[in-house]
Nanobody, 121 residues
Framework: QVQLVESGGGLVQAGGSLRLSCAASGSIFSIDFMGWYRQAPGAQRELVAHILNGDTTNYADSVKGRFTISRDNARNTWNLQMNNLRYSDTAVYYC???????????????WGQGTQVTVSS
């Protein structure tokens, strides 16, 4: 079994910064995809940023230049540094991983429980 645990959400004023962290634990051989999604009230869940095993990163247009995703392979953790936050960034943020539990095994998709980020205007 694999668990993803997020931390670092909270309330911040517009223009401020927050750092989200996700820690994966359990039966993990390799993590190929580490990502952050968010879901605002009444909206669909959207991909915010992701980082692949080779450190290739991708960002939603709305966060480019403000958010930075990074990973620590040795600790199976990844972070989302969020700067210059806007009211529109308010959402529940979920970390996501696509990983192999065993060498040569199938890739499986896992989600964290979500952490609330609220940006006050």
């Amino acid at each position: 079994q694999v668990q993803l645990v997020e931390s670092g959400g909270g309330l911040v004023q517009a223009g401020g910064s927050l750092r989200l962290s996700c820690a994966a634990s359990g039966s993990i051989f390799s993590i190929d995809f580490m990502g952050w999604y968010r879901q605002a009230p009444g909206a669909q869940r959207e991909l915010v940023a992701h980082i692949l095993n080779g450190d290739t990163t991708n960002y939603a247009d709305s966060v480019k230049g403000r958010f930075t995703i990074s990973r620590d392979n040795a600790r199976n953790t990844w972070n989302l540094q969020m700067n210059n936050l806007r009211y529109s960034d308010t959402a529940v943020y979920y970390c996501n991983a696509v990983l192999q539990n065993l060498r040569g095994g199938p890739s499986r998709n896992y989600w964290g429980q979500g952490t609330q980020v609220t940006v006050s205007s």
